[in-house]
């Protein structure tokens, strides 16, 4: 019994020592845990349990509504249904995947991909699956409610055009914002989320921070599967402000019909102030197709049409001018005293010049004309004369004058600036000396020159209200959506032409002759009511060998492009316009009957607003 009392071993001391460290080591350690989690990271799991107890979601703003010049809506809003999801919420991914496919049609693949976009998303936040769903793919999901959780269709509001391919280039459509757009528009004060959608084209695009209303929300409780059981906040999204167009949705629709197959352009503008009445482009597409969630083979039907459907031509196609350039050419003669009105040239059916044949195209040529007469009969053996002695660089200044080479600046994304060339251009450019025998082409219209329709038609506006250009513009004003206006858009003057008065005043006279003498190249536009005074053109893509070559006998890309530009009354201008018919031929055959329907649509409706405004005036009884 000594021996125990006196030999207790040592080795149970040991172990009894350091089980009680272990033991006290591990309270401290959860001792200390504990004190992180309920003290340091308190304010972040409490976020994170309010997180999963409490959701919120945005509410997509309205876009404001865009409405023509005598409120028509041309842009407005429905509602539609989307399909989102929160990925946090579901339980089960397979069965969600294959359930959505199999009752929407929706590729298992289109889900992982939009899942992929949203992964930098915040936890519980809804990703968006697909958009517009019809009225029975709505109910089929949400007879499933129960069995989907996670799964959310929600009502949002959706764009619509309601003429469609009309005004599809003027304008544009909605697409779903990038990486490089969210980033732009993160400090405008209404914050993008990663699925919404954008204005990528026209004027959706350009007032894009106008039209974008700002975003509500709801905050409220879910259960254990992710249902919603109580709101707890509820913000209203408030809508974008709307747009009133200068267009007129009449104008519009009749210069779109009037193009029928043809590929080309039409805009009509109010010379005294630049405000455009009308724009249209053909071949057009449909931008509700675009918005609405478009199939890839759709869209590659659209990019890889020859005809490039996408292109608004009216700004971004560039054509030789042709003769619409020669009343240039007339201006710079006339202020350069090369010639005077009663100058007489003879001009033949073909002018030659250092062994090279530059022809008319008139076979008899029109004997010896002034300068009236070379307008109204569109002579090109004068001018070809009359070009070389001006020569290219002096040319060019005044082109420059009327606007030609440079942006119009109207409101629309990636406006060409067209090309006036010179004699330094070509040296810079092409590394070679400029020749007089391109001179000869320019003074024409054609050669290195280029303009687009804008252009053009801003440079008749000069001539039609005697020598002021403006800023092509579009929007008259912004309103809210209560119809407060908060913004006006007022003539924007550009800056006068190189021509003084007497020399507008001739060129005025011979487009009127253009359209009214018996040489005129317009004459079938002489419609005594209208007053039309005008231009036309017809601008050669490649050199014809023989003269005289029907259109309908050349390869279509051959053809030659035809134009008109002109205005009415030709004393007391209200409309200006331009139509371009690619590969068309004749611009008196194909271009000017165009401007024709545009002429009468805008007169025949002014003299019926007239004729409303005369029976509603009140009858004033004289006593005697």
């Known amino acids: 019994m000594d021996y125990f009392n006196d030999k207790e071993p040592r080795a149970f001391k040991e172990r009894l020592i350091f089980a009680t460290i272990v033991i006290f080591l591990g309270f401290f350690v959860l001792t200390i845990r504990l004190w992180y989690l309920q003290v340091i990271s308190s304010s972040q799991y409490k976020e994170l349990s309010k997180t999963n107890l409490i959701r919120i979601t945005h509410s997509e703003a309205p876009r404001g509504i865009i409405y023509d010049r005598d409120g028509i809506r041309i842009a407005e809003n429905r509602p539609g249904f989307d399909l989102s999801v929160i990925p946090e919420d579901i339980t089960d991914w397979k069965k969600t995947k294959e359930t959505l496919s199999r009752l929407l049609s929706i590729e298992e693949e289109v889900i992982e991909e939009q899942l992929k976009k949203a992964k930098k998303r915040r936890p519980f936040k809804t990703v968006k699956i697909k958009e517009n769903l019809s009225w029975d793919d709505m109910t089929r999901v949400s007879v499933l409610n129960y069995e989907l959780p996670g799964v959310i269709?929600?009502?949002?509001?959706?764009?619509?055009?309601?003429?469609?391919?009309?005004?599809?280039?003027?304008?544009?459509?909605?697409?779903?914002?990038?990486?490089?757009?969210?980033?732009?528009?993160?400090?405008?004060?209404?914050?993008?989320?990663?699925?919404?959608?954008?204005?990528?084209?026209?004027?959706?695009?350009?007032?894009?921070?106008?039209?974008?209303?700002?975003?509500?929300?709801?905050?409220?409780?879910?259960?254990?599967?992710?249902?919603e059981v109580k709101v707890l906040k509820s913000i209203k999204s408030y809508p974008g402000s709307n747009l009133r167009l200068s267009i007129d949705m009449d104008l519009q629709k009749i210069a779109f019909e009037a193009m029928g197959d043809y590929a080309g352009a039409v805009i009509a503008v109010d010379p005294n102030n630049g405000k455009i009445l009308a724009m249209v482009s053909t071949p057009s597409f449909d931008p509700n197709l675009i918005t609405t969630g478009i199939t890839k083979k759709d869209w590659n039907e659209i990019i890889s049409n020859p005809l490039h459907v996408l292109t608004n031509r009216g700004i971004q196609g560039q054509y030789p001018p042709a003769s619409t350039f020669k009343v240039i050419t007339a201006t710079a003669a006339l202020e350069e005293k090369i010639v005077t009105p009663r100058t007489k040239i003879f001009s033949g059916a073909s002018f030659w010049f250092k062994k090279h044949e530059y022809r008319d195209w008139k076979a008899s040529g029109h004997g010896k004309i002034r300068i009236h007469d070379a307008i109204v009969e569109s002579s090109d053996t004068f001018f070809y004369q009359v070009g070389l002695k001006v020569g290219v660089d002096k040319l060019a200044e005044y082109s420059k004058s009327f606007g030609l080479g440079s942006k119009t600046q109207v409101s629309l994304l990636d406006e060409k600036s067209g090309l006036v060339p010179t004699s330094e251009w070509k040296k810079r450019r092409l590394k070679t000396k400029w020749y007089e025998g391109e001179t000869v082409s320019v003074s024409v219209g054609q050669g290195y020159l280029l303009a687009t329709p804008i252009q053009i038609l801003n440079m008749y506006s000069a001539i039609a209200n005697g020598g002021t250009l403006y800023t092509p513009q579009l929007v008259d004003r912004i309103e809210t959506p209560e119809g407060k206006v908060l913004k006006e858009f007022t003539r924007i003057k550009k800056g006068r032409v190189s021509a003084s008065t007497e020399t507008i005043k001739l060129i005025q006279d011979a487009l009127r002759g253009v359209v009214t003498e018996e040489k005129g190249t317009a004459r079938r536009l002489n419609v005594p009511a209208l007053k039309i005074a005008g231009k036309t053109g017809t601008a050669q893509v490649v050199r014809q060998k023989t003269r005289g070559m029907k259109t309908e006998d050349q390869p279509y890309k051959h053809r030659d492009h035809g134009l008109f530009v002109g205005y009415a009354p030709h004393d007391n201008p209200e409309i200006a316009i331009v139509v371009i018919v690619e590969h068309g031929g004749f611009g008196s055959k194909v271009a000017a009957p165009v401007a024709l329907e545009v002429f009468k649509a805008y007169f025949e409706k002014n003299a019926t607003k007239e004729t409303d405004k005369k029976n509603k005036e009140p009858i004033i009884k004289v006593g005697i």
Request: hydrophobic share 30%.
């Open 153 to 227: 269709v929600s009502v949002a509001p959706k764009r619509n055009y309601p003429f469609s391919a009309q005004t599809a280039h003027l304008l544009g459509y909605l697409g779903e914002i990038t990486e490089d757009e969210l980033l732009r528009f993160k400090d405008i004060g209404r914050p993008y989320q990663n699925t919404d959608m954008t204005g990528k084209y026209g004027i959706e695009s350009i007032f894009e921070k106008t039209l974008k209303g700002t975003d509500g929300g709801r905050q409220y409780m879910v259960d254990a599967v992710g249902r």
